[in-house]
Structures are given as C-alpha cells and as structure tokens.
C-alpha cells in the first residue's frame, strides 16, 4: 500500500511539475492534449528542402510548415539505413541500445516506443507505411491500433494512395480522443522515376535517350558500379539528380491533403516532420546512395516541430540534434513524463521571457556531440573501403558540429579521417596527420572509442538468407546488383 501511495505522489509530483515548467498541455487531463502526427519521409536530404536553403522549388508545402513552427538546423540520423534509423525515432534510444543494429533487424519487443506510451495515455494510434522493411511482423507496428503497410507499397512511388488512406482514417476518427498518427513516405528513395508532371519539373530530357534504369535491369549495369564506379557523364548525373527533386516534389504535394485534414481533425495537432536519412549524391564518389558511409548528405537530416501557441513561428535552432530526441520532444511537449532511460532528450524547453503570460517554448541547449554508425549488411562488392566483413567492419563517426572525425576498420589498424565541417563542409579535405583541430578531434576520437561497439544486435540476417522475391524487392530498391 505505501509502494502505491508512494507511486501515486511520485507521479503527481511528476506532473505539478511539468504544469509549472509551462511544458504540457494537458494539465486539466488527457482531453487537452493535442493531436499528434509524425511524418518520416524516406531518404529526404534536408539541403534539398527550400527552409534549408536550397534553389529549387522542392518543398512548398514543407517550407511553409517550418514557418509556421520550429526548424532545427542541424540534425542528425543515428545510422543511414531505414531499420535502424526508425527504431531510434520511435525508441529514443540510439541502435545499440534498441538492438536493431543491421539492416534485416527487427525491432525487439523489449523497447517501448513512442506509440505505447501515447496508448496508453489515451490515444488512438495508426501507422500508415512504405517500405519492405517496416512491414508487420518487423516490431515497429507496436503499440498501434492499426498499422497499415501492404505490400503494394513496399517498392516505388505511393505517396498518393499512401496520403489517402492517412486522411480516410482521420476523418473517420471519433471526436473527443487524441490521436497519434504516423506515416511514412518512400517516394524519393532510389529508384527516383517521379511522375509527371514532377519528371519534368527540374530538368529538361537529355539530348540522347536515358537509359540508366534499363541497363539496371537488364543486367548491363550493376547498381555497385553505378555507385562507386559512376558510369554516367555530369549531364546526366544532374538529370539523376533533378529526378531525385522531382521525387521530393511529388511527396510535398501529397502532403498538403495530409496536413490539411489534420488540422481539421480536432484542435491544431502537434507535427513532427523529419527523415530516416539522407542521401549522397555523388559526394566524395559515393552516388545515389546511404548506410555505407558515413558523410555529410547521408547523416543531415531535416526536423521540423509545429504546434500552434507553443511552438513560435519561424524559430530557428542552431545547436545539434539527434533523431533519438524526436520521442522524447513529442513527450515533453504533451506533458507526459514516461520516456526515462533513454539516450534521446527534449529539443524544447519552456521561454524565460514569457512575462505576458504566454506559453511559447524555446530551443533547449543543442548537444555537445553527434554519433553516427553505418550499416554492415547488404554492402556492394564494388565498394573499395569495406575492408572487414560484418559488424566489426561497421563506421563510426562523432561530430562536435565542426569537427568530425570517422573511424573506418582495416585489417592492421583502423583509417581515421577527420574534418572540419565550418571551413569544408563537403569533407573533401581529410586532416589527419595535420595540426588544424587537433585537440578537438583527439577529444572526438576519445569519445567515439567510448560510443563503438561491434555488436551485430538481436537476430542479424545475412543476404545469403533472403528469399527471391525479396532479393528482387531489394534490387529494385539499389540495395543489391
């Protein structure tokens, strides 16, 4: 009985003080609460979004919802693979602590994930899906009512249906109970073949036929080679290129329905909108691909919080963020205190200022430094600087934000490379065995020695295990030749 009183005081404690730091909106209970949903859109890199800078008209409909809320500027994916990635957005924890290390993980039911709680908290919960690799009976489908994932939408561009089916769900949702929605997006993933009129929409047809994905399939051309050997000449690597932001327009326009019937499903929802990974395009010769390495474009990813009278529109936050920290912001910015352990920590905190009673919330303290490890399964034989098999030949790399250093496994001692990302942000410049930044990036190795380990997590799958149909899912996917 005194264990019971005692939890009882602890939790109420708990919630006076969330009530008093001003960072819930749900004092007077679960009725209060807004609405949530957390959009991921398969390898998105966030520099080729308009709110991050870039020329192109890719992202209206994004860019609009960054002004009206929060962009973190410099935010990073634990690993660039979906499966591990997705794990750590929905866990809070980075991929050795959730145990989904490779690529053919799933995630064990021991986690507790962003959609238990909410459930248990009084939300309604649904998942609508893409990508073979989130499919049911993977472990990312815990603590959803309803996780929709068919294998329709497994391979290629879905972002419309995928929309419909969202919005179907939410206006046929009972007033009166929160919601948590999630959904995720796989059109700018590789094979980038957007339709029209988003073809188009960035570049014109090339002066001879395109015949990069015919060669694909008809075994001319193997994806490896398009990835490290790059048999394509510049105009048509710009064309590969205009076609990857052609898929990133097809997905915003899908967004818009999406957005627009969450707005009117209840109060204004709170919106999380973020990426798995990015993508690289042909930076240090590595196209049109992720997981392997572990540079700039595959790591940044964009993240975007919006919820109306607490979120300030257009505010800007400069310091270094995780994906391990989406959960537990969502949480936080709910008022609810059930994300404990965790590596993940609130990107948001409450205003000093708010002398007018208001209850906006500012961007708490970025972190010190950002971890990154690489994927070890399913790596091309054509890739030159893969030199250990398996877990043990995994990349790692820190970041304080402007130094980074990456540790690549070799047999008879390990390459480091380190750079620095404010006087060469396109890492082309490796400073190892140079006086610039030393101190920094000896500090940088000391605590990525302290962050490595080479464990292959819970149930790793090797490519030797995979059925045909998925080795031809993966293959259309770039993922083998």
């Known amino acids: 009985m005194r264990r019971m009183r005692d939890q009882r005081w602890t939790r109420l404690a708990t919630r006076l003080m969330l009530c008093a730091l001003g960072l819930t909106t749900a004092c007077a209970g679960n009725a209060a609460r807004p609405n949530v949903l957390l959009i991921t859109i398969d390898t998105l890199r966030a520099d080729h979004l308009g709110c991050y800078g870039y020329g192109r008209r890719t992202s209206p409909r994004v860019d609009r919802l960054a002004a009206e809320g929060a962009l ?12 591990q990635s997705i794990a ?22 021991a986690n507790v994930t962003l959609a238990e709680i909410l459930k248990e908290h009084g939300y309604a919960t649904a998942a609508f899906t893409t990508n073979s690799f989130l499919r049911p009976g993977q472990g990312f489908e815990q603590g959803f009512d ?48 957007p339709g029209e009129p988003f073809d188009t929409a960035f570049t014109r047809p090339l002066d001879r036929p395109f015949t990069l994905y015919g060669d694909l399939a008809a075994g001319r051309l193997t994806k490896g080679q398009v990835i490290f050997e790059n048999r394509l000449d510049a105009d048509a690597v710009d064309h590969v290129i205009a076609l990857y932001d052609g898929e990133i327009a097809q997905v915003d326009a899908a967004l818009g329905p999406l957005l627009d019937a969450a707005a009117s499903a209840g109060s204004p929802p709170l919106i999380m909108l973020t990426s798995d990974h990015g993508e690289s395009l042909g930076e240090q010769g590595y196209f049109f691909a992720h997981g392997e390495y572990l540079y700039e474009p595959t ?78 399964q399913l790596i091309h034989p054509e890739n030159p600087r893969y030199y250990i098999p398996g877990p043990s030949g995994r990349w790692s790399s820190a970041s304080d934000g402007r130094f980074k250093v990456i540790g690549i496994p070799r047999p008879g001692g390990d390459r480091l490379e380190r750079y620095d990302l404010q006087e060469d942000p396109g890492e082309t410049r490796n400073l190892d065995g140079s006086d610039i930044g030393r101190a920094a990036a000896s500090r940088l190795l000391q605590e990525l020695l302290l962050f490595v380990d080479y464990d292959g997590g819970i149930g790793p799958v090797t490519p030797r295990d995979i059925a045909p149909e998925e080795r031809e899912r993966l293959r259309s996917l770039g993922y083998v030749n």
Not at 76 to 81: A, C, F, Q
Not at 306 to 311: M, T
Not at 351 to 360: C, E, K, L
């Open 299 to 376: 790591l940044r990813i964009p993240l975007i919080a919006s919820l109306p009278e607490r979120i300030p529109p257009g505010l800007r936050a400069p310091g270094l963020a995780h994906n391990v920290d989406i959960a537990p912001t969502i949480l936080a910015l709910l008022g609810i205190n059930r994300m404990q352990s965790v590596d993940g920590r609130p990107l948001l905190m409450a205003a000093d200022d708010a002398a007018d009673g208001s209850r906006w919330v500012r961007p708490a303290p970025g972190r010190d430094l950002v971890f990154a490890e690489s994927d070890f």
């Open 88 to 109: 750590s957005i929905l866990t809070g924890r980075f991929p050795k602590g959730h145990g989904a290390r490779g690529l053919f993980s799933r995630l064990p039911e």
């Open 72 to 83: 973190f500027e410099r935010a990073y994916t634990s690993l660039p693979r979906t499966t």
């Open 146 to 193: 309803l996780y929709d994932n068919p294998e329709s939408r497994w391979v290629g561009d879905s972002a419309v249906p995928l929309t419909r089916a969202a919005v179907t769900w939410l206006q046929s949702r009972p007033a009166g109970t929160p919601w948590f929605l999630w959904v995720h997006y796989l059109d700018p993933h590789w094979t980038y073949e």
